[in-house]
């Protein structure tokens, strides 16, 4: 039994003149009217600065350029209980790079999506092969038109064959007749017809077959070629027409004006059916081979026409077994002698013509829409759990908390020894192969600070000195910078540690300073503080300025008479808001050209230097870009989804899902904190509730990560599973989000004036 009946269809459509939109429109109209009756739609991509007089079956245009709009047309289709989306795929039609904005409405949409692909690239550059490996991952299935794509989709991009269906290019049911009656109503009566038919553009080859038009003339005096359509609307807008022009002036060089006819039209089906009827020969003179698919040649191969082509990968399968003729690429000589050939056998033409016909009975429009609707079938069987199931709903299986567990410091515990944390563990079993980083251990000091506040019980007085030695044992004075890496036999393994290191040991210095309960420690932490600040200044990294920022926070508020100290603050402030400026587009609104790990401490450091230097600016902009990074940290169906580590490299593109880690939902409930004191927007809280509850198995595996009795944090989510292990870095993160919640919590009810909450993070 069927189980959806609405389908909507993203792609290009009708009138836009292009391939792709006739395909769109077509295998929507086909599948509307199938005995299925289902209800459908198409979005339409709208290329930059176009404008077109959709019809009714367009339910919703995106323009190809706005990412926004990618996300408001998620939402609609989420809002429109559609059962299956079926995306057209090529990457020229959707803006970004690669047509990178198209994965930021995949990855919001809640029902399953299958992908026609359009074209399959055997070489594709880092750019094409990241987009093309996210709209797989996206997709319940992938379809294409031919084996060979089905072939490359496994041997280049590893697609698993139970992904892959291969549904030829659907074509009119005409039945099979002769050119005469069609010849007659175009006023071509009495003439051998050739015809190409198809946007105009160089790669199509028709320079090639007009020199081979001599040759062909000298056995059939009769012979026209018909070059019918459009010059592509890219290469108007490009050169206007001056490709166009020059074929006009290469077939009056040649002197064979009246041999060869360029119809400038786009014409409608009906209109086409009759050229393709018309026509003795039909030729795809095409210049390479790396065409996956071809409309043109697949509607006249389908209405019976004998096909004369260069083996162009599509062609190559359909022409098999005596169905057409190959010829080389770019060899007039050879198109001519077998257009020739044919124009002067009769028998031999009708042969091929029946053969064709015959063979594609299986790819008229109607068994093209049975075949799409089996898979639609088959992928509306995968769809999601419903939102009622989904982890943290009041429905779900998975136990959910009533508010902020108590934060339980076992596993913490065994993850220290008498020189500080350890990096990493294998399961739960701490490995000392692993050694020790001040990146952990100035984490665990910034906890420490956190468990001063009300309500909380302080670590151990012996374990916050450790990790206080730990960093003063890290600090390099020769080379004025912070070590970060030291083995298991104490030895340091450098002299001196990265930018993000050293401001993120600042920053729990400036912690520190502000925060421990012990005067002697707090002095010890702003004189290292005020020797270490210098150094920063020469950072390029903006997330060693935003770590510094934090760590200016706390500083500042305990040193008030440092003025050098204030000034650093303004100019990390400032480069990160240059930055900004510099970077910031209508649909990338953040400080770099891609995302990495602690994105949310950027606008955090903005929002908290802004609060302190009484600098709206920095405020709003630390605002304004956490919100948009929540839009992309917020999976379709409302639960945090970390900025996943495979997205480290990308350049302006929506982040992929995995690997998730701990540390990007523990600096989002910081930032998150940071800006529901600026603003006290409820939204804050919840986000920030989100991140939390993504540690207790509100994720996109509804697996949890967290071990409440023993306070463990597994080190983050792969594709299909989490990561066992449970590092330092992990269980900090971990129980920092805890505490910041269960501060926000006790301070809820208080008056807005009265909450000076302090975000403090991992």
Same mark, same amino acid.
């Given at each position: 039994?069927?189980?959806?009946?609405?389908?909507?269809?993203?792609?290009?459509?009708?009138?836009?003149?292009?391939?792709?939109?006739?395909?769109?429109?077509?295998?929507?109209?086909?599948?509307?009217?199938?005995?299925?009756?289902?209800?459908?739609?198409?979005?339409?991509?709208?290329?930059?600065?176009?404008?077109?007089?959709?019809?009714?079956?367009?339910?919703?245009?995106?323009?190809?350029?706005?990412?926004?709009?990618?996300?408001?047309?998620?939402?609609?289709?989420?809002?429109?209980?559609?059962?299956?989306?079926?995306?057209?795929?090529?990457?020229?039609?959707?803006?970004?790079?690669?047509?990178?904005?198209?994965?930021?409405?995949?990855?919001?949409?809640?029902?399953?999506?299958?992908?026609?692909?359009?074209?399959?690239?055997?070489?594709?550059?880092?750019?094409?092969?990241?987009?093309?490996?996210?709209?797989?991952?996206?997709?319940?299935?992938?379809?294409?038109?031919?084996?060979?794509?089905?072939?490359?989709?496994?041997?280049?991009?590893?697609?698993?064959? *139970?992904?892959?269906?291969?549904?030829?290019?659907?074509?009119?049911?005409?039945?099979?007749?002769?050119?005469?009656?069609?010849?007659?109503?175009?006023?071509? *009566?009495?003439?051998?017809?050739?015809?190409?038919?198809?946007?105009?553009?160089?790669?199509?080859?028709?320079?090639?077959?007009?020199?081979?038009?001599?040759?062909?003339?000298?056995?059939?005096?009769?012979?026209?070629?018909?070059?019918?359509?459009?010059?592509?609307?890219?290469?108007?807008?490009?050169?206007?027409?001056?490709?166009?022009?020059?074929?006009?002036?290469?077939?009056?060089?040649?002197?064979?004006?009246?041999?060869?006819?360029?119809?400038?039209?786009?014409?409608?089906?009906?209109?086409?059916?009759?050229?393709?009827?018309?026509?003795?020969?039909?030729?795809?003179?095409?210049?390479?081979?790396?065409?996956?698919?071809?409309?043109?040649?697949?509607?006249?191969?389908?209405?019976?026409?004998?096909?004369?082509?260069?083996?162009?990968?599509?062609?190559?399968?359909?022409?098999?077994?005596?169905?057409?003729?190959?010829?080389?690429?770019?060899?007039?000589?050879?198109?001519?002698?077998?257009?020739?050939?044919?124009?002067?056998?009769?028998?031999?033409?009708?042969?091929?013509?029946?053969?064709?016909?015959?063979?594609?009975?299986?790819?008229?429009?109607?068994?093209?829409?049975?075949?799409?609707?089996?898979?639609?079938?088959?992928?509306?069987?995968?769809?999601?759990?419903?939102?009622?199931?989904?982890?943290?709903?009041?429905?779900?299986?998975?136990?959910?908390?009533?508010?902020?567990?108590?934060?339980?410091?076992?596993?913490?515990?065994?993850?220290?020894?008498?020189?500080?944390?350890?990096?990493?563990?294998?399961?739960?079993?701490?490995?000392?192969?692993?050694?020790?980083?001040?990146?952990?251990?100035?984490?665990?000091?910034?906890?420490?600070?956190?468990?001063?506040?009300?309500?909380?019980?302080?670590?151990?007085?012996?374990?916050?000195?450790?990790?206080?030695?730990?960093?003063?044992?890290?600090?390099?004075?020769?080379?004025?910078?912070?070590?970060?890496?030291?083995?298991?036999?104490?030895?340091?393994?450098?002299?001196?540690?990265?930018?993000?290191?050293?401001?993120?040991?600042?920053?729990?210095?400036?912690?520190?300073?502000?925060?421990?309960?012990?005067?002697?420690?707090?002095?010890?932490?702003?004189?290292?503080?005020?020797?270490?600040?210098?150094?920063?200044?020469?950072?390029?990294?903006?997330?060693?300025?935003?770590?510094?920022?934090?760590?200016?926070?706390?500083?500042?508020?305990?040193?008030?008479?440092?003025?050098?100290?204030?000034?650093?603050?303004?100019?990390?402030?400032?480069?990160?808001?240059?930055?900004?400026?510099?970077?910031?587009?209508?649909?990338?609104?953040?400080?770099?050209?891609?995302?990495?790990?602690?994105?949310?401490?950027?606008?955090?450091?903005?929002?908290?230097?802004?609060?302190?230097?009484?600098?709206?600016?920095?405020?709003?902009?630390?605002?304004?870009?956490?919100?948009?990074?929540?839009?992309?940290?917020?999976?379709?169906?409302?639960?945090?989804?970390?900025?996943?580590?495979?997205?480290?490299?990308?350049?302006?593109?929506?982040?992929?899902?995995?690997?998730?880690?701990?540390?990007?939902?523990?600096?989002?409930?910081?930032?998150?904190?940071?800006?529901?004191?600026?603003?006290?927007?409820?939204?804050?809280?919840?986000?920030?509730?989100?991140?939390?509850?993504?540690?207790?198995?509100?994720?996109?595996?509804?697996?949890?990560?967290?071990?409440?009795?023993?306070?463990?944090?597994?080190?983050?989510?792969?594709?299909?599973?989490?990561?066992?292990?449970?590092?330092?870095?992990?269980?900090?993160?971990?129980?920092?989000?805890?505490?910041?919640?269960?501060?926000?919590?006790?301070?809820?009810?208080?008056?807005?004036?009265?909450?000076?909450?302090?975000?403090?993070?991992?």
């Amino acid at each position: 039994m069927t189980r959806f009946k609405n389908i909507a269809f993203i792609g290009n459509s009708l009138p836009r003149r292009c391939g792709i939109a006739t395909f769109t429109t077509d295998l929507q109209h086909a599948v509307s009217n199938s005995p299925a009756r289902m209800g459908t739609a198409i979005v339409a991509m709208t290329d930059h600065g176009r404008a077109y007089d959709y019809p009714p079956s367009v339910w919703l245009e995106i323009p190809d350029e706005r990412l926004d709009d990618y996300i408001r047309a998620a939402e609609a289709l989420n809002a429109g209980r559609f059962d299956v989306v079926c995306l057209q795929h090529e990457f020229g039609i959707f803006g970004g790079e690669a047509g990178s904005h198209i994965l930021t409405l995949l990855s919001r949409l809640d029902m399953p999506v299958v992908t026609t692909l359009h074209t399959v690239l055997a070489e594709p550059n880092p750019a094409q092969r990241k987009v093309l490996a996210r709209i797989v991952e996206s997709s319940a299935k992938i379809v294409v038109m031919a084996e060979k794509g089905r072939a490359l989709l496994r041997e280049v991009y590893r697609v698993p064959a *139970e992904k892959i269906e291969v549904i030829p290019h659907g074509i009119p049911d005409i039945a099979f007749s002769e050119p005469a009656v069609a010849k007659a109503k175009l006023g071509f *009566e009495g003439r051998s017809v050739i015809l190409t038919f198809g946007l105009l553009s160089p790669n199509k080859g028709v320079e090639v077959m007009i020199d081979a038009m001599p040759r062909i003339l000298e056995s059939r005096p009769d012979a026209v070629y018909v070059v019918l359509g459009a010059t592509h609307p890219n290469l108007v807008l490009r050169e206007g027409e001056a490709y166009r022009e020059s074929l006009i002036a290469h077939v009056r060089d040649l002197g064979i004006e009246k041999h060869v006819v360029f119809l400038d039209q786009f014409v409608d089906q009906a209109t086409l059916l009759d050229f393709i009827s018309m026509c003795d020969v039909y030729t795809t003179p095409y210049l390479n081979e790396a065409q996956m698919t071809s409309g043109t040649l697949a509607y006249s191969f389908g209405l019976g026409k004998a096909v004369v082509s260069t083996p162009y990968w599509h062609a190559r399968e359909l022409l098999a077994g005596g169905r057409g003729i190959l010829v080389p690429f770019g060899d007039a000589k050879a198109i001519g002698n077998e257009i020739a050939g044919l124009l002067t056998d009769d028998a031999r033409r009708d042969a091929m013509r029946m053969r064709a016909y015959a063979s594609s009975r299986s790819m008229t429009w109607q068994r093209t829409a049975e075949r799409y609707l089996a898979v639609f079938e088959e992928a509306a069987q995968r769809r999601p759990l419903p939102n009622a199931l989904l982890p943290g709903s009041r429905n779900a299986p998975t136990r959910k908390p009533a508010g902020p567990p108590e934060p339980q410091f076992t596993y913490f515990l065994s993850m220290c020894d008498d020189t500080g944390l350890f990096q990493h563990a294998v399961h739960s079993v701490p490995d000392r192969s692993h050694g020790y980083c001040v990146d952990d251990n100035a984490r665990a000091l910034i906890l420490a600070s956190a468990l001063n506040a009300a309500g909380e019980t302080p670590l151990p007085e012996p374990l916050t000195t450790r990790f206080a030695s730990f960093v003063q044992h890290a600090w390099n004075p020769d080379e004025k910078h912070f070590r970060n890496f030291m083995g298991f036999d104490r030895r340091w393994l450098e002299d001196k540690g990265s930018e993000d290191s050293h401001g993120r040991t600042l920053w729990a210095l400036g912690e520190c300073a502000r925060s421990d309960s012990d005067p002697s420690r707090r002095t010890w932490a702003a004189t290292l503080f005020s020797e270490a600040l210098p150094t920063t200044e020469g950072f390029r990294s903006p997330r060693a300025w935003a770590f510094t920022l934090l760590g200016l926070d706390g500083y500042c508020e305990a040193s008030e008479e440092d003025v050098f100290a204030q000034r650093m603050r303004r100019l990390f402030a400032d480069r990160l808001m240059d930055l900004l400026v510099r970077v910031e587009t209508e649909d990338w609104i953040w400080f770099e050209e891609g995302l990495s790990y602690d994105n949310a401490r950027l606008p955090q450091a903005l929002i908290l230097a802004g609060l302190a230097t009484e600098t709206p600016a920095y405020t709003a902009a630390g605002l304004k870009t956490l919100r948009w990074l929540m839009t992309l940290q917020t999976a379709p169906r409302g639960h945090f989804r970390a900025i996943g580590t495979d997205s480290f490299s990308d350049r302006r593109m929506p982040p992929q899902g995995f690997d998730q880690q701990p540390l990007e939902a523990a600096a989002t409930i910081s930032a998150c904190l940071a800006a529901w004191r600026a603003d006290h927007s409820a939204e804050w809280r919840a986000d920030a509730a989100s991140a939390f509850a993504w540690f207790l198995g509100a994720n996109d595996l509804s697996l949890p990560l967290v071990d409440l009795d023993t306070g463990s944090c597994r080190d983050g989510l792969h594709r299909a599973r989490v990561n066992e292990n449970r590092g330092g870095e992990s269980v900090v993160s971990y129980l920092l989000g805890l505490i910041e919640l269960r501060q926000l919590s006790r301070l809820s009810d208080k008056p807005a004036a009265l909450t000076p909450l302090r975000a403090l993070g991992a």
